[in-house]
Nanobody
Framework: QVQLVESGGGLVQPGGSLRLSCAASGSIFGINAMDWGRQAPGKQRELVASIYSDGNTNYADSVKGRFTISRDNAKNTVYLQMNSLKPEDTAVYYC?????????????WGQGTQVTVSS
């Protein structure tokens, strides 16, 4: 089992910045990825950024150049630095952990943290 706890959400004005953190505990090992997803009211959850255990990263087009994902493997923590925030970035942001194995992929989600971008 893996437990994920997000922090760092809040209210920010357009153009501002926020840094989200997610601490993972439990069975963290092997080939894996840590992600940030978000879900706005009335919309499906979308993956916005991923970082793999080899350090490779992926971003959704909507956040490229504005968001940066990073991880501290010693602390089992993943971060999302969000700059130049827009009202359309408003959503609940979820941390996720995926472990890839010969028996398939195990996927865990945190409880989420609210990010509101508004003046």
């Amino acid at each position: 089992q893996v437990q994920l706890v997000e922090s760092g959400g809040g209210l920010v004005q357009p153009g501002g910045s926020l840094r989200l953190s997610c601490a993972a505990s439990g069975s963290i090992f092997g080939i894996n990825a840590m992600d940030w997803g978000r879900q706005a009211p009335g919309k499906q959850r979308e993956l916005v950024a991923s970082i793999y255990s080899d350090g490779n990263t992926n971003y959704a087009d909507s956040v490229k150049g504005r968001f940066t994902i990073s991880r501290d493997n010693a602390k089992n923590t993943v971060y999302l630095q969000m700059n130049s925030l827009k009202p359309e970035d408003t959503a609940v942001y979820y941390c996720s952990y995926r472990r890839f194995g010969i028996d398939g992929t195990r996927h865990y989600w945190g409880q989420g943290t609210q990010v509101t971008v508004s003046s």
